[in-house]
């Protein structure tokens, strides 16, 4: 059974080896709005009452192990060009580095990473119409091109703002996994994503249409177990479905799919639904 289509993600939760540290990157850097801190967590995003962000400090931190599985890029989603052209100055002014731009034909791309060495991606989506489809009518067609930089950039000529668009949200999360064909299908089976294009060794998977909202790829883990919980990481992924009756649907897609899957979902005393994908990583639904 698909998924909710009007699922989205509403917040991620890094764990970070220095929470001063990041959460001034986070804040000056990438223009999100603090919005709380204390105790070794803090809250970041443009609305208050929602954060977009969590980061929670490692008391004993170790380095990110390369090779291991997790979190490829955090891709924050900004409503137009204008509004990524700015944070891509905003970014530039605090001198910052980018590590590459990408044209997606379906978004236009920029990738950095944070004080840890975890991956971002700023990015906007192109109107759904101008999407390119395969031959076969199902999914999009996705590439890699140059990023026509100049042409971005002129989206917005004055000194950034501080902090990013309140309609700026986290789009997608793109994971290092062990097997490929292992998470997909369980994106695909136990969730009810769709996979909407591939790659050599790369899949990517969402609800209602969307170019992804998972992307998984093995390029640098194939075969390989998760980092230590003592490393920074990504530590959850929040999605919000649409309704009551939405998240209820997908409790029995779940419990439907137990056969294929070894997800052990469980309701939490906030009434959201919490499992772990094949690799580990902590999903949480909830609804609006």
Do not use: C
């Not at 971002?120 to 101008?130: C, K, Q, T, W």
């Not at 000194?159 to 062990?178: D, F, I, L, N, Y």
């Not at 997908?250 to 419990?255: I, M, N, P, V």
């Amino acid at each position: 059974m698909a998924i909710d289509p009007d699922l989205r993600i509403s917040a991620v939760e890094l764990a970070v080896s220095d929470l001063a540290r990041s959460a001034d990157f986070y804040e000056r850097v990438l223009g999100l709005a603090p919005i709380s801190r204390e105790d070794g967590i803090a809250h970041l995003g443009p609305d208050p009452e929602h954060p977009l962000l969590t980061l929670t400090d490692i008391a004993s931190p170790t380095p990110l192990p390369p090779g291991a599985s997790g979190l490829y890029h955090v891709a924050w989603l900004h409503p137009d060009r204008a509004r990524l052209a700015e944070s891509v100055r905003r970014v530039a002014a605090a001198r910052w580095p980018f590590e590459g731009a990408s044209d997606h034909g379906v978004s236009e791309a920029l990738y950095l990473s944070d004080p840890d060495g975890l991956g971002i991606e700023l990015y906007a989506d192109r109107p759904r119409e101008l999407w390119e489809r395969p031959a076969s009518g199902h999914g999009v067609s996705m590439v890699t091109l140059p990023l026509d930089l100049e042409d971005l950039l002129a989206q917005f000529d004055e000194e950034p703002g501080p902090t990013v668009s309140p309609r700026t949200g986290v789009g997608h999360v793109h994971m290092k996994v062990a097997d490929v064909p292992r998470a997909s299908a369980f994106y695909r089976n136990a969730l009810g994503l769709e996979e909407q294009a591939q790659l050599p060794s790369a899949a990517f998977l969402s609800a209602g249409g969307y170019h992804h909202h998972v992307g998984l790829n093995s390029w640098q883990s194939r075969g390989a177990a998760a980092a230590p919980d003592s490393a920074p990481g990504l530590r959850r992924v929040e999605l919000e479905l649409s309704d009551a009756a939405a998240l209820d649907a997908l409790e029995r897609t779940l419990a439907d799919a137990r056969g294929d899957s070894d997800a052990h979902p469980a309701r939490t005393q906030d009434g959201s639904l919490s499992l772990r994908d094949p690799d580990g990583q902590l999903l949480s639904f909830s609804h609006r």
